[in-house]
């Protein structure tokens, strides 16, 4: 009973571990429980631990599993939840252990640093155009979020803390641009204040898109334990983010005043492309495989593109940030479903370009000059938009999972196929 007990726990922390809602998670071990032979399964699922208990007749175990170094991997997220949604069988503890070690040797890191870093510049660059920064603001962001990215995984390869990690991105992101702006202002190429605000899309890579969501989507079903942990970790994160950026635009005179929107037909052209390469670095960032880059993308450039419409016509950001989640929670579960990948590899990449990052920034930056009505207006601004935007994908969720919307649990007395035989 307890090599069952730590398989169904294992398989439980690689999917945590690999950024699945707890949603998810509970439902993928409470499979592997039952394929195991348990009468039973009840788990708390938090984002670096696990607490299980599993019953089979009148004896029940209790196991604990931790894990320090949370992380995306979409891959990881696919490739285990295609294992446990095809558990239609009776297995063993060996058998379900074969499978992990297989996924854990198999899946691995499909993009080389360099092409990640190449991603986060892309990706910010996108974000830069979507906020109205010139042409050379978003050339600068480039290079600035490509070495910030960099440094980022450098420091992860060397094991470093994961916040010490995010603070000698941030560090690194905001100097860069800062250095090459100054450089271009001294040759008189283009005045520093011309291009000053781009600074905070520069960082805008460090935004935990991911963990942010899947921790509303766990708080919208009452998941505390796991909604509250992923939350707390995210808001650490964005904290740690925004803090050294603001501490840099202190130092060195960086201001992040909001450009001038100006919109137009060939802007929405641009707006469509910056929409797109911005989802699809993300998503090359959490570890995605083509196919998932490519719905992702597409999803999040159709909503993103409405949500605009929508503010041109004078819709609240709130609302329109809203409709953008309900799109992508609605097309992103056709779009899953026909392309055979979990929803939330889509969905969540997707929204991530609606983020309002920078209002984010401003936020410490306003608060670090002593600006409290700014600061105080850019964080409720950034929040209720994050909200609106996790409200759209629960909506979309529940009309159309039905599992999800009326609380179907997995059937334990639900008779199991045979196991299957091996050939010799």
């Known amino acids: 009973m307890g090599v069952e007990a730590d398989a169904v726990i294992r398989l439980g ?5 690999a950024g699945s809602s707890g949603y998810r998670v509970m439902r993928a071990m409470k499979r592997a429980a039952r394929a195991l032979g348990f009468d039973s399964l009840d788990a708390t699922v938090g984002i670096t631990q696990i607490t299980c208990t599993v019953h089979k007749g009148h004896h029940f175990r209790t ?19 295609t294992l446990t949604h095809n558990l239609h069988h009776s297995i063993t503890a060996e058998e379900l252990n074969e499978a992990l070690d297989a996924i854990e040797h198999q899946v691995i890191k499909r993009w080389s640093p360099l092409w990640l870093s190449l991603a986060a510049a892309i990706a910010c660059a996108g974000f830069a155009v979507l906020n109205h920064f010139t042409l050379q603001s978003a050339i600068l ?16 390869k060397r094991r470093v803390h994961q916040l010490g990690a995010v603070s000698a991105g ?22 520093l204040e011309s291009v000053s605000a781009g600074y905070i899309a520069a960082v805008l890579f460090l935004i935990p898109g991911f963990p942010l969501f899947s921790s509303m989507i766990d708080l919208s079903r009452f998941d505390f334990d796991a909604g509250l942990a992923r939350l707390s970790y995210s808001l650490t994160i964005i904290f ?25 037909g060939s802007w929405y052209v641009a707006a469509g492309v910056a ?50 989640g309900l799109i992508i929670g609605l097309v992103g579960a056709i779009a ?14 997707a929204a991530v370009v609606l983020i309002p990052g920078t209002a984010m920034f401003r936020a ?41 919307a009326f609380g179907h649990l997995i059937d334990f007395s639900r008779p199991m196929d045979p196991p299957e035989v091996k050939s010799p």
């Open 240 to 264: 740690c983010a925004t803090f050294v950026v603001g501490m840099v635009s202190w130092l060195t005179g960086l201001n992040p005043e909001p450009v001038a929107a100006s919109a137009s």
């Open 63 to 81: 196991v604990i599993a931790r894990d320090h170094n949370p992380a995306v991997d979409a891959s990881r997220i696919e490739a285990i939840e």
């Open 141 to 156: 962001v480039a290079i600035s979020a490509g070495i910030g990215q960099s440094v980022r995984m450098a420091c992860a």
């Open 336 to 349: 899953a479903k026909r392309s055979h990948l979990p929803r939330v590899t889509t969905t969540v990449p």
């Open 13 to 17: 922390m690689m999917l945590a571990g």
């Open 275 to 324: 929409s797109f390469l911005g989802v699809a670095g993300f998503a090359f960032l959490f570890n995605s495989s083509r196919r998932m880059v490519l719905v992702a993308a597409s999803v999040g450039t159709v909503a993103n593109l409405l949500r605009l419409a929508l503010l041109e016509t004078g819709a609240t950001a709130y609302f329109a940030a809203f409709v953008g």
């Open 170 to 191: 941030g560090l690194a992101a905001a100097l860069s641009f800062f250095v090459c702006a100054w450089v271009l202002d001294l040759f008189g190429v283009t005045p």
């Open 364 to 404: 410490v930056y306003y608060l670090n000059s002593g600006d409290v009505d700014q600061s105080l207006s850019n964080a409720a601004t950034a929040s209720l938009v994050v909200v609106a935007i996790a409200a759209g994908l629960v909506l979309a969720r529940m009309l159309t999972d039905k599992n999800w």
